[in-house]
């Protein structure tokens, strides 16, 4: 079946536009994750979906960064007034429930570069 | 707080050599391990995880790792390498929180180039 598919692959933006990042998850997966990836670094945990239940967006770094979720489907991220620092992979993962026991599946992510 | 360290950036091998990529972790209740890969313009790909028992977990494309508590570390190994095992490494930690799901915490990751 189908994986995590993410658009655009790589955008090139001027600092202070805002970007829309775009997710969809796996058919049937409840839990869908946003990760940040800068260069050289791990994977940065950014914003949770679990279902119906409310986000958990402790790993957002600041108020410019927003995401949604419409019901189990597509997910956007949202960069506003964007800054040089927030040139990095955008990965998002799906899985089928949140818990541990259950493997994130991630897409290929959004390379976005702020000149 | 809990932390994954990789403390190799690079490492190159030759093709048919060994390999061992290292992982050490900070957590404070018995941890959830994984070991994800990203192949050049791919996503990660899970190769293997642990939650519990045999300390010695095999994975796909012919991976283990190891568990030791002792030392915090769950190195991940692999016999013989292939060239189409050239890609970055990540190992991550596993977090349950209230509510349930899985936090995952990455490591820095390991570059592996592999010589003919």
């Known amino acids: 079946g189908a994986g995590v598919s993410q658009s655009p692959s790589n955008k090139v933006t001027e600092k202070g536009k805002d970007v829309e990042l775009r997710c969809d998850p796996i058919?049937?997966?409840?839990?869908l994750y946003w990760y940040r990836q800068r260069l050289g670094q791990g994977l940065e945990f950014l914003i949770y979906f679990q279902g119906n239940s409310a986000p958990d967006k402790s790993g957002l770094p600041s108020d410019r960064f927003s995401a949604e979720r419409t019901g189990e489907s597509v997910s956007t991220l949202t960069i506003q007034r964007t800054q040089q620092e927030d040139s990095a992979v955008y990965l998002c993962?799906?899985?089928?429930?949140?818990?541990?026991?259950?493997?994130?599946?991630f897409g290929p992510g959004t390379r976005l570069t702020v000149t | 707080a809990q932390s994954v360290t990789q403390p190799d950036i690079h490492i190159t091998v030759s093709e048919g050599a060994s390999l061992e990529l290292r992982c050490n972790y900070s957590y404070g209740a018995t941890p959830y391990l994984f070991w994800y890969v990203q192949s050049p313009g791919q996503g990660l790909q899970l190769l293997l995880k642990y939650f519990s028992g045999d300390t010695l977990v095999q994975g796909i494309k012919g991976f283990e790792a190891e568990f030791k508590r002792s030392q915090s570390s769950f190195n991940l190994r692999k016999p013989s390498v292939h060239w189409s095992d050239a890609a970055e490494y990540f190992c991550?930690?596993?977090?349950?929180?209230?509510?349930?799901?899985?936090?995952?915490?990455f490591g820095a990751g390991t570059r592996l180039a592999v010589h003919p």
């Open positions: 058919s049937g997966h409840t839990a």
């Open positions: 993962a799906s899985s089928l429930r949140g818990s541990i026991t259950y493997e994130q599946y």
């Open positions: 991550a930690v596993g977090r349950t929180l209230s509510g349930g799901y899985n936090k995952l915490i």
